[in-house]
T-cell receptor, first 112, second 114 residues
C-alpha cells in the first residue's frame, strides 16, 4: 500500500520566520509531488508541483525533492499569519492511473 | 480558463435519506473527474474517479455511487445515508497528462447526516 506521511502538527512559527513542512512517501517509483494549502473549512488549492530532484522556487515557497531519501519538503519564507492553514502533500506513484495519494496534512500556525 | 462548480455548499440530511451531489467543470473537454471525502481530522479519501462518460472506477466499497452522464458532469449519490457518510465531499478535475496529472478542487460540500 502506497503511503504518504506527514507530521500532523501543529507547527507554530513566528511571523517572518521560515516554516519547514516535511513529507515522506513509501513508493520509491513515485514520479510527481504536489503541495496543497487548505484553509479551515475550504477546499485544497495547489501551491507547488515538483517532478525532479532538487529545489523549485515560487515566490516565498520552495519545494525540495530528494528521491533517494523519499522525502519532499515545503519551505515558506517570511511566514505570514495568512499562511496559517493545513498543508497537504500529494504523491503520484509510478504507472497506473497517476492519481495522487494524499497525506493527512500538517497544520501550520503563524503567530504575530 | 477552467472552473469547477460544486453544490450545495452545505447539506444536512437524516439517516436513511437519499443523496445527490453534483459537480460540473467548464472550460475544458474530456477531463478526469474525481470524488473525494475528507472526514474531520482525516486525509483525503478517493471515492470514485472517471476518465470518460459512463466510465466510473470505485476505490472504496460503500453505499455511495457515482455517475458521469455528460463529459463535464459528475454526480455522487446514495440511496440511504449512514451516519458515517458525514464529511466534506470534494469534487476535482484534471487534464489527463500522465505524471503531470494535477488535480484542481471544487469548493466542496459539507454533509452532516443526523
Amino acid at each position: 500500500q502506497k503511503e504518504v506521511e506527514q507530521n500532523s502538527g501543529p507547527l507554530s512559527v513566528p511571523e517572518g520566520a521560515i516554516a519547514s513542512l516535511n513529507c515522506t512517501y513509501s513508493d520509491r517509483g513515485s514520479q510527481s509531488f504536489f503541495w496543497y494549502r487548505q484553509y479551515s473549512g475550504k477546499s485544497p488549492e495547489l501551491i507547488m508541483s515538483i517532478y525532479s530532484n532538487g529545489d523549485k522556487e515560487d515566490g516565498r515557497f520552495t519545494a525540495q525533492l530528494n528521491k533517494a531519501s523519499q522525502y519532499v519538503s515545503l519551505l515558506i519564507r517570511d511566514s505570514q499569519p495568512s499562511d496559517s492553514a493545513t498543508y497537504l502533500c500529494a504523491v503520484t506513484a509510478s504507472g497506473g492511473s497517476y492519481i495522487p495519494t494524499f497525506g493527512r496534512g500538517t497544520s501550520l500556525i503563524v503567530h504575530p | 480558463s477552467q472552473t469547477i462548480h460544486q453544490w450545495p455548499a452545505t447539506l444536512v440530511q437524516p439517516v436513511g435519506s437519499p443523496l445527490s451531489l453534483e459537480c460540473t467543470v467548464e472550460g475544458t473537454s474530456n477531463p478526469n473527474l474525481y470524488w473525494y471525502r475528507q472526514a474531520a481530522g482525516r486525509g483525503l479519501q478517493l471515492l470514485f474517479y472517471s476518465v470518460g462518460i459512463g466510465q466510473i472506477s470505485s476505490e472504496v466499497p460503500q453505499n455511495l455511487s457515482a455517475s458521469r452522464p455528460q463529459d463535464r458532469q459528475f454526480i455522487l449519490s446514495s440511496k440511504k445515508l449512514l451516519l458515517s457518510d458525514s464529511g466534506f465531499y470534494l469534487c476535482a478535475w484534471s487534464i489527463p497528462s500522465g505524471r503531470w496529472n494535477i488535480q484542481y478542487f471544487g469548493a466542496g460540500t459539507r454533509l452532516s447526516v443526523l
